[in-house]
């Protein structure tokens, strides 16, 4: 049985930086599968090395700042889509990119397959529980992503 992981991202006092672990919460409202875990982290970097051991699949939600975004942009990205860093002074500052190779070439069993549903965040700097209003309706749309990365498991899901 393929073991998928679904890990929300970011900081839930952080208003949009929280946007992953909102819409992680959503889908573990819509799925019954033990095939699947959801789960929050609030750290990125090496910490998903050891958050990734053991599944076979990630749905990784995040929020994004890209540089042309709109705040409430949802994006379907894949690993492949991030660079790695090329020079790291400390290693608290490995990205996602960096731990997925520094994991392959330490021989860790990786997931066959990462998907990454992203919302682009207008702020993420405010002490604030709730998002902006743009970022709070895009939820259903990532929610609707990230549920869609789960093929294997879609008889399992709610329709309450």
Known sequence: MEKTLVLGIGNSV????????????EVGKRISDPAITIAEACQGGLFLLEAFLGYDHIVLI???????????????????????????????????????????SLGLPMPSSIDIVAV???????????????????????????LRKCPAHINHIRED
Do not use: W
């Not at 042309?68 to 942009?73: E, L, Y």
């Open 14 to 25: 952080l208003c949009d930086d929280g946007v992953g672990i909102r819409v992680a919460i």
């Open 62 to 104: 995040d929020a994004i700042q890209t540089k042309d975004g709109i705040p409430g942009q949802v994006y379907e990205l894949q690993p492949e889509n991030f660079s790695s860093a090329l020079h790291l002074s400390s290693p608290h500052q490995v990205d996602f990119a960096t731990a997925l190779e520094l994991g392959k």
């Open 120 to 146: 682009e965040a207008g702020d993420v700097t405010t002490f604030r529980e709730k998002c902006t209003p743009e970022v709070e309706n895009a939820i259903p749309v990532a929610v609707e992503m990230a």
